[in-house]
């Protein structure tokens, strides 16, 4: 808990001073440390004399590597949601279009996520591999004599670090993680906190306040993040769990909503926000056990044969892809809401009265959507409304 205090303050105190120039800077400092220590320690733990050859043992078909690791058949739905979660939930997130809407051309915005993608890809190399190691390990030769498992098996890489390395390239393993750790939190103390202040507090509760006003409130709204944060991280010790929670919410709810405001140019707020609200009722709706949710309801369950020794014919039962499910029907949701109210006010042209949430505008005698790519220039404006046609 005192370490968890103690490096929370540290990431405050640079965040509020530095804002993001100081997280840019600290975070090149972090990933050059994260490379170092995990490069360097990786080839230690694997000549250990108490690990085995990782390639060794085998599954079931005699070829597959065991470390590989095989998904049973009624664990697919769960494994194809996860996967999804993964590769999809992380777009969305603030901190991520905070470090692309500061580049300065839309080529080094590009650069730097596709970039991003290919390190992330390098990166989780190492940390593969230390799991792989921790497999292939006999612990009774360690001076750790307990095999990692059950709450213990998400401490197997800082475990493997400090049992299978050197003291020195312990040091540097464990800094690595710490560098990463730090890299998260200053990111999200920023990303979150400019949010609030730029979209709730400037937008909502003081309309046309002074840029200094913004920055105060920024300050306290970092400081309240900080200290809510670390409270989570001190009460929920499965880091990785509320990581995943995260990503799942991210992915269901915000998802859907990205890639309709990119790809298509009838999106509007109508469908976003019923989007959002079904997304949320549906996702609390199926339970969480993170959260304590009992399902109220479920999409499914997938069954399928799992024999044991002591019951051939037992069969197992696992979840259907329920957060796809629900991410596809926001999804659709959105598409539908939003391509109704255009044509109610396009078309039909029912009266700017009961657009409740002000997304069209009438420009000459055509209603057309407010904020869109097709009205992002004043000459592009006129031409909708047949001024330059």
Known sequence: DISIIISAIISLCYTLFGGLVSVAYTDVIQIFFIVIGLFLALPFAMTHPAVANIYEAKLDDGVTPAWYGSVAPHEWGGWVDYALLCLLGGIPWQCYFQRVLSAQTSTRAQLLSYGGAAIA????????????????????????????????????????????????????????????????????????????????????????????????????????????????????????????????FTYVMLFPQLLLVIYWSKANTYGSVFSFILTVILRLSVGDKYLGLPAAFSFGVVTAS???????????????????????????????????????????????????????????????????????TPVKSLKVGGVLS
């Open 306 to 376: 799992c024999p044991t020794v002591e019951d051939p014919d037992h069969m197992c039962e696992g979840a259907l892809p329920y957060r796809t499910f629900i991410m596809l029907i926001g999804l659709v949701v959105h598409i539908i809401v939003s391509a109704a109210t255009d044509l109610s006010f396009c078309m039909a042209e029912v009266d700017l009265r009961w657009d409740f949430l002000d997304c069209y505008q009438r420009i000459g005698s055509v209603i057309v959507m407010r904020n869109t790519r097709e009205m992002d």
């Open 121 to 248: 890809l390098v990166m989780t190399g190492p940390s593969v591999l230390f799991g792989a190691v921790a497999r292939a390990t006999d612990w009774s030769q360690t001076d750790y004599p307990c095999t990692p498992s059950g709450d213990t098996e998400k401490l197997v890489m800082p475990l493997t670090l400090q049992y299978l390395t050197p003291p020195a390239v312990a040091w540097f393993g464990l800094g690595a993680i710490s560098a990463a750790v730090m890299s998260s939190t200053d990111s999200s103390l920023l990303s979150a906190s400019s949010l609030i202040a730029r979209n709730v507090y400037q937008k909502v509760f003081r309309a046309g306040c002074g840029e200094r006003e913004v920055v105060v409130a920024l300050w306290v709204i970092i400081l309240g993040n900080c200290i809510l944060a670390t409270t989570l991280a001190i009460q929920y010790k499965d880091i990785y769990a509320l990581f995943v929670l995260c990503g799942d």
